[in-house]
């Protein structure tokens, strides 16, 4: 049983289309987040959902919208993509008193 | 605001020596502090965590970490290394009063030498 899911796995798409990600965990969480990594394996947060309440919302392009319809899923949708959002996005789970966070596998998008 | 560091983007060393991976955290009050291990393709997996108590914590695959309050550190060992320890290593120091997120370091590569 995967406890962190994420779909697709792998996206490649032009310059200018929109695309989405689902995760969905199955942990019993409150809180999901979505993170970054960039070509150099840095990981950057984006953001974080408690109770299906956004709670983080780093400095990130208007583009990108999570959506949480309830709190074992978390979607973020992407709008006219751009070259340099190009990265693997990671989503992941914890309790929000825990600390520990699960990770999905990760979903690497490709804009050509 | 948190950072982490880890001041060393390669290590290679030889299969059965000694690893030790540092990591320097700024934190304004008691940080949770945590080691993350990412294979070729594949998600995280927590190693370790300190949250709180004894500073020298035990995780899995025969890692240990030891949190020095004085020295903002928290540095990963492994007395023996495997083939199959050769990954990429990250550092994250996290606090409930942020949310819960967590700030990572850039991570440093492991290569094991047979």
């Known amino acids: 049983d995967t406890a962190v899911s994420q779909t697709p796995k792998y996206l490649v798409t032009q310059m200018g289309n929109d695309k989405s990600i689902k995760c969905e965990q199955n942990l019993g969480h409150d809180t999901m987040y979505w993170y970054k990594q960039d070509s150099k394996k840095f990981l950057k947060i984006m953001f974080s959902y408690n109770n299906k309440e956004l709670i983080i919302n780093e400095t990130v392009p208007n583009r990108f919208s999570p959506k949480s319809p309830d709190k074992a899923h978390l979607n973020l949708h992407i709008n006219s993509l751009e070259l340099g959002d190009s990265a693997v996005y990671f989503c992941?789970?914890?309790?929000?008193?825990?600390?520990?966070?699960?990770f999905g596998e990760g979903s690497r998008l490709t804009v050509l | 605001a948190q950072s982490v560091t880890q001041p060393d983007i390669h290590i290679t060393v030889s299969e059965g020596a000694s690893l030790e991976l540092r990591c320097n955290y700024s934190?304004?009050?008691?940080?949770?502090l945590f080691w993350y291990v990412q294979s070729p393709g594949q998600g995280l997996q927590l190693l370790l965590k300190?949250?709180?108590?004894?500073?020298l914590v035990q995780g899995i695959k025969g890692f240990e970490a030891e949190f020095k309050r004085s020295q903002s550190s928290f540095n990963l060992r492994k007395p023996s290394v495997h083939w199959s320890d050769a990954a990429e290593y990250f550092c994250a120091v996290g606090a409930q009063a942020a949310g819960n997120k967590l700030t990572f370091g850039g991570g440093t590569r492991v290569l094991v030498k047979p």
């Open positions: 934190y304004g009050a008691t940080p949770y």
């Open positions: 992941a789970s914890s309790n929000r008193d825990a600390g520990e966070l699960f």
């Open positions: 300190y949250f709180s108590g004894d500073t």
